[in-house]
């Protein structure tokens, strides 16, 4: 038996060494998380206006066309819960506005899968993703983190983070997909076959517009807009809880605001990606609309 546990350690003991390794190398490669951790921890003291959200508005709007001091803390597939997280996380002493996107999926999603790890380790929040996402080696495949360790270390020195200096992702390029494809695919993955995330989805958002009103800050909500090939395949009934749901909330808040670009015809197929995400001049277009719509609202309030 004793044999047995001997052999047993020297088989393991190179392979938790190996592990340790990796896990010390793809945390020292850098990403848009670490980044805006760091920037939020050194100046969210100075933000004005915060950019929440998804994609969405991680491409969608660029901070530097916002004549206040904002920053954009959006990343690919968060949601609200983590939008509150982040908010909590730290003071905010100067926040005068949330910039947050309520697009066709916000109140029916909840983030899952190596995402989470994410969080846990540059942004250190509580996730419920147990002790795999306290670990990059745990949250991803094997062949999966080999590739990123030998792009990073022994190729290009590709790093993971795709943010601007303000937190915004400029995408300059086309999507490998076409507007067409492109559509489909998302409409289908952003559609859910049950509710059981909108509670908790309207309460996350709710606590995120109570503590803007706290501080005496303004909630822009905005659905982005898209291309044709992903409008026409949204299912009817989730679309119409979506606004539903939001003119519930617009009733209740009276520091929240809305706008629907969702089939804004100003947006044609040069300014997307791909048929969700917009690139970097529909960016722009649609930041500009927003800093217009920002105006007005102001103008009404005072």
């Not at 020292?28 to 994609?55: F, M, Q, R």
């Not at 969405?56 to 709007?61: C, E, K, L, N, R």
């Amino acid at each position: 038996m004793k044999q047995f546990i001997v052999r047993v350690l020297v088989f393991a003991l190179p392979l938790f060494l190996l592990a340790i390794i990796m896990e010390i190398m793809l945390r020292n490669i850098p990403n848009d998380y670490k980044y805006k951790a760091k920037y939020l921890t050194e100046h969210s003291k100075d933000i004005e206006v915060l950019i929440l959200g998804s994609s969405h508005s991680w491409a969608g709007v660029n901070p530097y066309l916002i004549p206040e001091k904002a920053f954009n803390a959006a990343y690919g597939a968060q949601t609200f819960e983590f939008d509150l997280k982040i908010l909590k996380k730290y003071e905010f002493p100067s926040l005068r506005k949330i910039i947050i996107p309520v697009s066709y999926f916000s109140y029916f999603s909840k983030l899952e899968g190596p995402y989470l790890c994410k969080y846990s380790l540059y942004y250190k929040l509580q996730t419920d993703g147990g002790l795999k996402a306290l670990s990059e080696f745990l949250s991803h495949s094997f062949i999966g983190n080999v590739s990123r360790i030998i792009n990073y270390y022994f190729l290009k020195r590709q790093a993971e983070n795709r943010s601007n200096g303000l937190g915004q992702e400029v995408k300059k390029e086309k999507s490998p997909k076409s507007l067409e494809e492109s559509g489909i695919d998302a409409a289908l993955r952003h559609t859910y076959k049950d509710t059981k995330y909108v509670r908790q989805n309207v309460l996350f958002l709710e606590n995120i517009i109570q503590i803007a009103r706290d501080k005496n800050a303004i909630v822009i909500l905005f659905t982005p807009p898209a291309y044709m090939t992903y409008t026409e395949n949204l299912n009817a009934e989730q679309l119409k809880a979506m606004y539903q749901i939001t003119e519930y909330i617009l009733k209740k808040y009276d520091n929240c605001y809305y706008i629907d670009f969702l089939k804004d015809t100003d947006f044609t197929a040069e300014d997307f990606w791909d048929a969700d995400h917009l690139n970097a001049r529909g960016a722009d277009k649609l930041t500009r609309k927003l800093v217009s719509f920002i105006e007005n609202v102001t103008k009404r309030s005072n």
